[in-house]
T-cell receptor, first 114, second 115 residues
Framework: GNSVTQMEGPVTLSEEAFLTINCTYT??????LFWYVQYPGEGLQLLLK?????DKGSNKGFEATYRKETTSFHLEKGSVQVSDSAVYFC?????????????FGTGTKLQVIP | NAGVTQTPKFQVLKTGQSMTLQCAQD?????MYWYRQDPGMGLRLIYY???????DKGEVPNGYNVSRLNKREFSLRLESAAPSQTSVYFC??????????????FGPGTRLTVL
């Protein structure tokens, strides 16, 4: 079956540090890949997505590139801010019958300190 | 637009009690979902409704029932709550369950504790 593996957290960084959160996946066919972010006390919201190999998703300074050869979709940001403190979920969407099943990773908590 | 709304935000139940979690969306989406979020396990799909009038089981449906009341509303019912159902429950919606690139929009969650 499909699976998403994320690096264990929590990740603690100082403001303006470089961020990488690793994500690798196992899936049949050609899934779409997503990063969702969950701020404290809130639901998940889409951060970025990529729908085919070599696509780069980007939003709010975050980027991730769909690497089919390494089955990876690592999240990066050049300079984190305190407001980026949240839990980040990698997810994939692939066909399962008529329903496009979404598989989530376990989440990586990021804490940015001033 | 309120997006996806859920009630209640918090709930404490005793084992064996029943309750219904309510969810509504105002984005005219066709598909709606219920997930549970447990530490170290990410989100797991309980039930989904691809379109008004249809519901299907997800990964962890045991102990739950759902009703797609209309296009806007999708409720989750626990008939006889158990401590293993202590979790945070999220409702989500999307334009179509069949869209490979479709984004899901999430509500703020209901934190449920079963004693």
């Amino acid at each position: 079956g499909n699976s998403v593996t994320q690096m264990e957290g929590p990740v603690t960084l100082s403001e303006e540090a470089f961020l990488t959160i690793n994500c690798t996946y196992t899936a049949t066919g050609y899934p779409s890949l997503f990063w969702y972010v969950q701020y404290p006390g809130e639901g998940l919201q889409l951060l970025l997505k990529a729908t085919k190999a070599d696509d780069k998703g980007s939003n709010k300074g975050f980027e991730a590139t769909y690497r089919k050869e390494t089955t990876s979709f690592h999240l990066e940001k050049g300079s984190v801010q305190v407001s980026d403190s949240a839990v980040y979920f990698c997810a994939l969407k692939s066909r399962s019958g008529g329903y496009q099943k979404v598989t989530f990773g376990t989440g990586t908590k990021l804490q940015v300190i001033p | 637009n309120a997006g996806v709304t859920q009630t209640p935000k918090f709930q404490v139940l005793k084992t064996g009690q029943s309750m219904t979690l309510q969810c509504a969306q105002d984005m005219n989406h066709n598909s709606m979902y219920w997930y549970r979020q447990d530490p170290g396990m990410g989100l797991r799909l309980i039930y989904y409704s691809a379109s008004e009038g249809t519901t299907d089981k997800g990964e962890v449906p045991n102990g739950y029932n759902v009703s797609r009341l209309n296009k806007r509303e999708f409720s989750l019912r626990l008939e006889s709550a158990a401590p293993s159902q202590t979790s945070v429950y999220f409702c989500a919606s999307s334009e179509s369950a069949g869209g490979l690139t479709d984004t899901q929009y999430f509500g703020p969650g209901t934190r449920l504790t079963v004693l």
